[in-house]
């Protein structure tokens, strides 16, 4: 796939993701665990999509699937055209180079640098990158970027880290728990920033969250059962972040 194709706001709903009979299954001597169980989905261009579930589930192992960080047992994945699932280790570090963005939990911030050279991590080694100082623009820390993760609370850590994801121009932003540990005033701080930077630059967006609520910000809804997808649901109706009851 050649620079055309990683655009920054491309397509609005067009095909991002397609799954076909996804199956992964971790084994360990006589324990066979199955993560996910032929799973078929569709995820659209310049979405915004919350995966809800238990925990084991399948959602996080999706997600580890679609970013490139972990290979399928079986089945079919694809990003756009690209078939991941024919990739070899090489060629899926490139896609995630190229374009994932991705969001955890926990920050990954490195405590010695600024929050500036913390997003410069990621601009430095990406082909066609956003400047540090307009990332963090972007989430509302043009006016902290200097200072160190120390000196941040826990929602603005958690928006550097965000900054540092988007700041490489990703096709697509995955976000494993990015509220999980915030309390709710925090938490919708956060929400608000991956809004603003799915509304204004069309990054194809996926969350999970044990917080059912914010399934109400969302484009699409899935819900994930013992490694299936249970249901799938559109809403006609988006609710903005501050409206969601935590």
């Given at each position: 796939?050649?620079?055309?194709?990683?655009?920054?706001?491309?397509?609005?709903?067009?095909?991002?993701?397609?799954?076909?009979?996804?199956?992964?299954?971790?084994?360990?001597?006589?324990?066979?665990?199955?993560?996910?169980?032929?799973?078929?989905?569709?995820?659209?261009?310049?979405?915004?999509?919350?995966?809800?579930?238990?925990?084991?589930?399948?959602?996080?192992?999706?997600?580890?699937?679609?970013?490139?960080?972990?290979?399928?047992?079986?089945?079919?994945?694809?990003?756009?055209?690209?078939e991941l699932?024919?990739?070899?280790?090489?060629?899926?570090?490139?896609?995630?180079?190229?374009?994932?963005?991705?969001?955890?939990?926990?920050?990954?911030?490195?405590?010695?640098?600024?929050?500036?050279?913390?997003?410069?991590?990621?601009?430095?080694?990406?082909?066609?990158?956003?400047p540090a100082?307009?990332?963090?623009?972007?989430?509302?820390?043009?006016?902290?970027?200097?200072?160190?993760p120390a000196?941040?609370?826990?929602?603005?850590?958690?928006?550097?880290?965000?900054?540092?994801?988007?700041?490489?121009?990703?096709?697509?932003?995955?976000?494993?728990?990015?509220?999980?540990?915030?309390?709710?005033?925090?938490?919708?701080?956060?929400?608000?920033?991956?809004?603003?930077?799915?509304?204004?630059?069309?990054?194809?967006?996926?969350?999970?969250?044990?917080?059912?609520?914010?399934?109400?910000?969302?484009?699409?809804?899935?819900?994930?059962?013992?490694?299936?997808?249970?249901?799938?649901?559109?809403?006609?109706?988006?609710?903005?972040?501050?409206?969601?009851?935590?």
């Open positions: 796939m050649d620079d055309s194709s990683r655009m920054w706001a491309d397509a609005p709903g067009a095909v991002a993701f397609r799954t076909e009979a996804l199956c992964k299954v971790y084994e360990t001597g006589p324990v066979r665990v199955v993560a996910l169980d032929n799973v078929d989905l569709t995820l659209r261009m310049g979405e915004l999509t919350v995966l809800l579930g238990a925990s084991g589930s399948g959602k996080s192992t999706l997600l580890n699937i679609l970013g490139g960080l972990d290979h399928a047992s079986s089945g079919r994945v694809w990003y756009r055209e690209l699932t024919a990739l070899g280790d090489r060629a899926l570090t490139r896609y995630r180079r190229d374009h994932v963005g991705f969001v955890f939990q926990f920050y990954n911030l490195v405590p010695s640098l600024t929050a500036r050279e913390n997003v410069r991590l990621v601009t430095d080694i990406a082909p066609d990158p956003m100082e307009e990332a963090l623009g972007l989430v509302g820390l043009g006016a902290r970027m200097d200072h160190f000196q941040l609370s826990g929602g603005e850590q958690q928006r550097v880290a965000i900054a540092r994801a988007v700041a490489k121009r990703p096709g697509v932003l995955l976000c494993d728990e990015p509220t999980g540990a915030l309390d709710s005033r925090t938490g919708v701080q956060v929400l608000e920033v991956l809004d603003r930077v799915n509304r204004e630059t069309g990054t194809t967006t996926v969350v999970i969250t044990h917080n059912a609520g914010i399934r109400a910000m969302a484009h699409r809804v899935l819900r994930f059962a013992d490694g299936r997808l249970a249901s799938e649901e559109v809403n006609a109706t988006r609710v903005a972040p501050s409206e969601i009851v935590w």
